[in-house]
């Protein structure tokens, strides 16, 4: 079993700055890739980015690509996600997400854990 925290979320003026986390517990965390995903109010949950096992494959969506990093420490059970160049439309709940195969992947039934999200809101 694995547990997921995030945490690093808040309120942030448009072209600000956050850096998220997720600390993950448990036997599995290093057996596989790692996801950020999304959710604003009235809308489906969206891909972020995600980065595999090892750390050495990243992918990222189109709406935040040269935006966002996706970084890991396996070392510290840790993920993070840095986002830069904040917009309004980037406002969400942020969640962390694992899976036990070691490929990233984009769609939310690919990932086994996730965690209970944190608050990302960007003011105009």
């Known amino acids: 079993q694995v547990q997921l925290v995030e945490s690093g979320g808040g309120l942030v003026q448009a072209g600000g700055s956050l850096r998220l986390s997720c600390a993950a517990s448990?036997?599995?965390?290093?057996?596989?890739?790692m996801g950020w995903f999304r959710q604003a109010p009235g809308k489906e949950r969206e891909f972020v980015a995600a980065?595999?096992?090892?750390?050495?494959?990243?992918t990222y969506a189109d709406s935040v690509k040269g935006r966002f990093t996706i970084s890991r420490d396996n070392a510290e059970n840790t993920v993070y996600l840095q986002m830069s160049s904040l917009k309004p439309e980037d406002t969400a709940v942020y969640y962390c997400?694992?899976?036990?195969?070691?490929?990233?992947?984009?769609?939310?039934?690919?990932?086994?854990?996730w965690g209970q999200g944190t608050q990302v809101t960007v003011s105009s």
């Open positions: 997400a694992a899976r036990k195969m070691v490929v990233a992947r984009t769609e939310p039934t690919d990932y086994d854990w």
């Open positions: 448990g036997r599995a965390f290093s057996s596989g890739a």
């Open positions: 980065i595999s096992k090892s750390g050495g494959t990243t």
